[in-house]
């Protein structure tokens, strides 16, 4: 079995930083690209920010120069920096990971989720 469990969400004023963070764990062998989601009432999910495991990094354009995704392949953690939030990244954050169970199984995971909710 593999878990990915986000930290990090909560409520913030605009112009606030936020960080989230998501470990992966359990049954992994290895980790491809890592990345973070988010879906609003009524839209689809969307890629806010996704990062190699040679830490090549691609954001939302609604994101980019405000957010910087990085992580700790030790630790197969991945982290959100937000800075600058806006009352629009107001949204259900997602963890995602591309891996290689133990039993050489190539799947992607996903966590439960963390609300990000941003203040006018």
């Known amino acids: 079995q593999v878990q990915l469990v986000e930290s990090g969400g909560g409520l913030v004023q605009a112009g606030g930083s936020l960080r989230l963070s998501c470990v992966a764990s359990?049954?992994?062998?290895?980790?491809?690209?890592m990345g973070w989601y988010r879906r609003t009432p009524g839209k689809q999910r969307e890629l806010v920010a996704a990062i190699t495991s040679r830490g090549s990094t691609n954001y939302a354009d609604s994101v980019k120069g405000r957010f910087t995704i990085s992580r700790d392949n030790a630790k197969n953690t991945v982290y959100l920096q937000m800075n600058s939030l806006k009352p629009e990244d107001t949204a259900v954050y997602y963890c995602n990971a591309g891996l290689v169970t133990t039993t050489l199984r190539n799947n992607d995971y996903w966590g439960q989720g963390t609300q990000v909710t941003v203040s006018s």
């Open positions: 359990g049954r992994i062998f290895s980790i491809n690209a």
